[in-house]
């Protein structure tokens, strides 16, 4: 069964600039595998040398953080929707 990836607006010129991208998988990993395959340069941005996950690429399935969910291990089950988003930082000068 597919899944809608929600791909944020500073990675969009990872995926053609598409906002979403409909992927399968029954984990989130085959899922983030499945979008590589589809869009190769976005795997740049969301993996460092060593394959991890960027620390500041967040994602959620449904609602749910990834990290406390298993991580790429994480089953899709019923979820209809992966969200990535980078982490934003900053302050007041």
Known sequence: MPITVRIPSVMRANTATKATVECEGN???EVI???VRQHKDIGDVLFDGDNNLHKY???YL???DIRYIGG???PIGT???LTILP?????FV
């Not at 982490?87 to 302050?91: I, L």
């Open 27 to 29: 984990t989130v990993g």
């Open 33 to 35: 595998a499945d979008l």
């Open 57 to 59: 690429v967040n994602m």
């Open 62 to 64: 449904e609602s749910d």
């Open 72 to 74: 790429l291990e994480a």
């Open 79 to 81: 979820a209809k929707e």
């Open 87 to 91: 982490a934003v930082a900053g302050g």
